[in-house]
């Protein structure tokens, strides 16, 4: 009889069928992108690390692939690849590629009027800042080119109207190149995160840190009185999704008001949960909102707002200099093509009703993998946050940073990435994150789901 000792129990998965699964596919990779291997092996010389930004070298496959052209939810490669692109250029593009409304206003504003930075306002400005009242809730908006941009000065002006020196952030999250937050929760305590590039300062001395969903923590960090503000996103998207359990969101917000911080939700991921993002999907309240990536379809722009009260604080604060060189502000900021662009996106592209058809085809892309893990007995789990819906190697739903940061597997993710990239999918090489745009079909959603369970079966064979 064969010694089965060794073999995966179902829904288990052997490593040595894995590894021989990835060489397969990597060399699939090499054979499908000839061009892209050789632009890359050419661009070295003065690129660094060859590519244009350094996350580029993300791809599984050893290379990046050439962009050629992408319309909508399609993406091209320089050797002529067609993909269906779930990735979105993680999240700047969730408008689609180049939609038409904003490649016409760009080039009304760029070419026919001219002057896309000038640093004067253009009218389009506070038509943007109105809607994003609606729509979010803070009444007082200001513009920045990046959502990393709009947290620094959020959080400047946090400390500014609080007087107190720390924030505080949930482990596993990310908003940015924000100094403050490169931080996570440890079982020794709060500690700079692993890689953390050149840090100004030990974060440790300028951040409180918590895991999500623990209201105990929040309110024991919190009880310190220093903390000038909560920095979150409603439901963690960085380390797979995290979604907040009932009532958590709540007591977040009775807790920062009785402790005295002020609230900020940054928004440039969730945005995916509707038209207001969670904030307006959940009915929340913060004090803040920031957003960037995706809202001027593809033309760099962020925004924070205030509510009223704040805004009228700051602007009444003689100490705060806000319109020179007080550290909040940026030359490009605001700029008029970034404003023309937002707002032919929010007119335009990512309306209410767009939002609807988003939605819809995210919940068939997660009833299908659904569908997949269930039938194969694989012990992982999909969840979906509106447009956004993202597979993690857990067969519970993790609650906090740490339980997803521990269901992550490398391999497995090299593996499906390049198994999906090779048959024509593109996902976001951070983890297993799609995205819908306004152009993704049904059918795209159903493509996935057949080669996903196409992958599946081999892994499980
Ligand atoms: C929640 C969140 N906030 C802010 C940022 C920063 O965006 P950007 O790199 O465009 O500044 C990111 C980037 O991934 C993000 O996920």
């Given at each position: 009889?064969?010694?089965?000792?060794?073999?995966?129990?179902?829904?288990?998965?052997?490593?040595?069928?894995?590894?021989?699964?990835?060489?397969?596919?990597?060399?699939?990779?090499?054979?499908?992108?000839?061009?892209?291997?050789?632009?890359?092996?050419?661009?070295?010389?003065?690129?660094?690390?060859?590519?244009?930004?350094?996350?580029?070298r993300?791809?599984?496959?050893?290379?990046?692939?050439?962009?050629?052209?992408?319309?909508?939810?399609?993406?091209?490669?320089?050797?002529?690849?067609?993909?269906?692109?779930?990735?979105?250029?993680?999240?700047?593009?969730?408008?689609?590629?180049?939609?038409?409304?904003?490649?016409?206003?760009?080039?009304?504003?760029?070419g026919?009027?001219?002057?896309?930075?000038?640093?004067?306002?253009?009218?389009?400005?506070?038509?943007?800042?109105?809607?994003?009242?609606?729509?979010?809730?803070?009444?007082?908006?200001?513009f920045?080119?990046?959502?990393?941009?709009?947290?620094?000065?959020?959080?400047?002006?946090?400390?500014?109207?609080?007087?107190?020196?720390?924030?505080?952030?949930?482990?596993?999250?990310?908003?940015?190149?924000?100094?403050?937050?490169?931080?996570?929760?440890?079982?020794?305590?709060?500690?700079?995160?692993?890689?953390?590039?050149?840090?100004?300062?030990?974060?440790?001395?300028?951040?409180?840190?918590?895991?999500?969903?623990?209201?105990?923590?929040?309110?024991?960090?919190?009880?310190?009185?220093?903390v000038?503000?909560?920095?979150?996103?409603?439901?963690?998207?960085?380390?797979?999704?995290?979604?907040?359990?009932?009532?958590?969101?709540?007591?977040?917000?009775?807790?920062?008001?009785?402790?005295?911080?002020?609230?900020?939700?940054?928004?440039?991921?969730?945005?995916?949960?509707?038209?207001?993002?969670?904030?307006?999907?959940?009915?929340?309240?913060?004090?803040i909102?920031?957003?960037?990536?995706?809202?001027?379809?593809?033309?760099?722009?962020?925004?924070?707002?205030?509510?009223?009260?704040?805004?009228?604080?700051?602007?009444?604060?003689?100490?705060?200099?806000?319109?020179?060189?007080g550290?909040?502000?940026?030359?490009?900021?605001?700029?008029?093509?970034?404003?023309?662009?937002?707002?032919?996106?929010l007119?335009?592209?990512?309306?209410?009703a767009?939002?609807?058809?988003?939605?819809?085809v995210?919940?068939?892309?997660?009833?299908?993998?659904?569908?997949?893990l269930?039938?194969?007995?694989?012990?992982?789990?999909?969840?979906?946050?509106?447009?956004?819906?993202?597979?993690?190697?857990?067969?519970?739903?993790?609650?906090?940073?740490?339980?997803?940061?521990?269901?992550?597997?490398?391999?497995?993710?090299?593996?499906?990435?390049?198994?999906?990239?090779?048959?024509?999918?593109?996902?976001?090489?951070?983890?297993?994150?799609?995205?819908?745009?306004?152009?993704?079909?049904?059918?795209?959603?159903?493509?996935?789901?057949?080669?996903?369970?196409?992958?599946?079966?081999?892994?499980?064979?």
């Amino acid at each position: 009889m064969p010694d089965r000792s060794t073999e995966p129990a179902p829904g288990q998965i052997s490593r040595t069928r894995l590894a021989g699964l990835i060489g397969r596919e990597r060399a699939e990779y090499r054979r499908r992108h000839p061009r892209s291997a050789e632009a890359f092996a050419a661009a070295g010389g003065h690129l660094l690390g060859g590519v244009p930004m350094t996350w580029m070298r993300m791809w599984s496959g050893g290379f990046p692939l050439y962009l050629a052209s992408a319309s909508g939810a399609r993406l091209t490669d320089i050797d002529g690849n067609e993909f269906i692109d779930f990735c979105l250029g993680d999240t700047g593009a969730m408008a689609g590629h180049s939609p038409a409304a904003v490649r016409d206003a760009v080039a009304r504003r760029f070419g026919e009027l001219g002057g896309s930075t000038t640093m004067l306002p253009t009218e389009d400005a506070a038509w943007v800042a109105g809607e994003l009242t609606r729509r979010f809730g803070p009444t007082h908006w200001s513009f920045t080119l990046t959502a990393t941009d709009a947290n620094r000065w959020a959080i400047r002006l946090a400390r500014q109207l609080t007087g107190r020196p720390k924030i505080l952030v949930y482990s596993h999250c990310y908003h940015g190149s924000v100094d403050e937050a490169f931080i996570l929760a440890t079982p020794h305590g709060p500690a700079s995160r692993e890689g953390n590039v050149g840090a100004p300062v030990d974060p440790v001395t300028t951040t409180r840190v918590v895991e999500f969903n623990d209201a105990k923590a929040l309110d024991t960090e919190l009880g310190y009185g220093d903390v000038a503000a909560v920095l979150m996103e409603p439901a963690l998207t960085n380390i797979g999704i995290v979604l907040p359990e009932p009532g958590y969101l709540e007591k977040v917000r009775e807790l920062t008001s009785r402790h005295g911080s002020l609230l900020i939700n940054d928004e440039t991921h969730t945005f995916s949960a509707g038209p207001g993002g969670c904030t307006r999907a959940w009915r929340l309240e913060p004090d803040i909102v920031t957003i960037g990536k995706s809202i001027a379809g593809g033309i760099p722009a962020g925004a924070y707002g205030l509510t009223a009260k704040l805004a009228e604080r700051i602007l009444a604060d003689e100490s705060a200099d806000i319109v020179d060189a007080g550290g909040v502000g940026g030359t490009l900021a605001g700029n008029a093509l970034s404003v023309a662009a937002m707002r032919a996106t929010l007119e335009h592209v990512l309306t209410d009703a767009a939002f609807e058809g988003m939605n819809e085809v995210a919940d068939r892309y997660t009833a299908g993998v659904s569908d997949v893990l269930v039938s194969r007995s694989l012990p992982w789990t999909i969840t979906q946050l509106g447009a956004r819906a993202e597979y993690r190697f857990c067969s519970q739903r993790p609650r906090t940073g740490g339980e997803s940061a521990a269901a992550a597997d490398t391999d497995l993710d090299e593996y499906l990435h390049l198994y999906l990239v090779n048959r024509g999918i593109l996902l976001t090489p951070f983890h297993n994150m799609a995205l819908m745009c306004p152009s993704t079909t049904l059918a795209d959603a159903d493509a996935h789901t057949k080669i996903f369970a196409g992958a599946a079966d081999e892994l499980l064979d």
